[in-house]
Each structure stands twice: as C-alpha cells, then as structure tokens.
C-alpha cells in the first residue's frame, strides 16, 4: 500500500505534534470530518497511528508489527528504491544486508549472475539469496525473532563483528529532524551500528514514512551515512544530508 501524499502530510504533522485532532485536521485541509476519517483509518490500520478521543496519536511502539505488515506499507516505492540501489553494489564485493523490508527488494534487483559476498542477519534477505549462484551468502546465527523474520543477541553481534565489508546496506525506523538515525530496540540498533561501523562504506534505503518517525533508541548519525535512497523530497530532509554530506538519491513515483 502507497501512502497518498495527504496522508503522508498528516503522518509528518503527527510526528512532529504527537497528537492531532480530527477537528484541526479538517480544518486544515478544508475537508469534512467523514473524509479525513478515511485518512486517519488508513495511518491506523497501518499501525503509523492510533486512534485517541477526538483525533489520533503516534503508536505506544511500531516494533510488535509483523515482517508481513511492515513490507506492505509503500511496497511498491520500496521496490523501486530498492531497484535503484541495486545499480550501485559492484561485483566481487562483500555487502552487509541489515534489517529490512526494503533491503529484501535490493536483493531481489540484483543481477541473477552478479558475484558477491554477502553477510547478514535478515532470512527474508537470506532466503532470496538462494536464487543466486554467484553469491557466497553467510548467515548470522543468534536468536530468532518469528515475528521480524531476523535473527538479534549477542551471537548475531559477535558474528557480524568479526567481518570486515565494502558496503552496508541497512534500513532503519526513523530519521529524525537533527538527522539522528533511530531504531525501535537496542539490539536492532547495535547491529545496525556494528554494520556501519565495519564496513568502507554505506548505504540507507528508507521510504517517506520514516522521516521524522519517532523511535526509542538512537545509535548514530546521517554523518555515517554515505548515501540515502529515498522518496522523501522533504526540503528538510535534504538540508540534513547536504548538512551531513550524504548522498541524497530521489526515486519517483512509479508510473
């Protein structure tokens, strides 16, 4: 499911505010409280929302969602980002694939013939892996989260901590406003960080709504970031990785 550019505006807002009222978001948008309802069920039924007296607030948490659930939001944006990343990994390289919905797509782009080296916590990423003989794939061992479709703890850590990559390719829960990079769990988050922190460089495959999303753990910066592939066009956004030096890649809308 695509998120409608209103819907996306009124996700933005209720990052920003925490709460909004259905009242104000009429108003503002100079609709009728039954249309912005519809709005609203959508953020929710997503699990971007949750429905308060009167308006709707951020969720207590977004990590109890499923794999499934999570891949179905703006899937066909994260494919295309993914499609464009995929241009970039070089043959013969070694890739870390972190967490991630959108990393998947990446894999699923890659050229069926490309030889690579690839290290990873993410079965999703893992699995579709197998349909690529030139890929020497290794796979972190740890606990298993059903839900995620990953594996976390300190094994998965240990493991990743002892390769050294080219590139990282790693999704993420929220960017915030100063340009920190946020993860739901502390365990999501070391791995992520120990990716970045071991590979020559790096690479961030995030859709729209994760631009100002809150999340409870920070672990680093856009700084260590080298690229961004993303369909935010948000001034602000761009101001960040400008800020930053990263590498700001806008995939359009699909046709």
């Known amino acids: 499911m695509i998120l409608e550019a209103r819907q996306q505006a009124i996700l933005k807002q209720l990052n920003e ?50 794999f499934a659930k ?10 295309l980002i993914g499609q464009a990343a ?9 890739l870390f694939l972190g967490y991630g919905s959108t990393v998947v797509q990446l894999v699923e782009a890659l050229p069926r013939e490309i030889s690579l080296t ?28 059903h839900q995620h479709h990953d594996i976390c703890g300190l094994p998965a850590h240990n493991f990743l901590q002892s390769f050294r990559a080219d590139l990282a390719v790693c999704g993420i829960a929220g960017i915030s406003a100063s340009g920190e990079l946020l993860e739901f769990q502390h365990d999501e988050a070391e791995l992520t960080r120990t990716m970045l922190s071991n590979s020559k460089h790096n690479l ?49 809308s699909p046709q």
């Open 70 to 79: 999570r891949a179905g939001i703006n899937a066909s944006m994260k494919q």
């Open 204 to 252: 961030l495959l995030a859709d729209s709504s994760k631009f100002l999303r809150s999340a409870s753990v920070c672990f680093t910066t856009l700084k260590h970031i080298d690229a961004l592939y993303t369909d935010c066009d948000a001034d602000e956004l761009a101001s960040l990785c400008k800020q930053h030096q990263v590498d700001l890649h806008l995939v359009g």
């Open 86 to 94: 995929a241009k970039v990994i070089e043959p013969q390289s070694t």
């Open 118 to 145: 690839v290290v990873t916590n993410n079965l999703n990423a893992a699995l579709s892996l197998t349909q690529f003989p030139n890929i020497e794939t290794w796979v972190s061992g740890g606990r298993l989260r």
């Open 17 to 66: 505010q925490g709460f909004i009222s259905t009242d104000a978001l009429a108003k503002h948008y100079s609709l009728t409280p039954q249309t912005i309802r519809r709005d609203i069920n959508a953020l929710c039924e997503l699990g971007l929302a949750r429905k308060q007296h009167g308006g709707i607030a951020l969720p207590p948490a977004m990590n109890n969602q499923t």
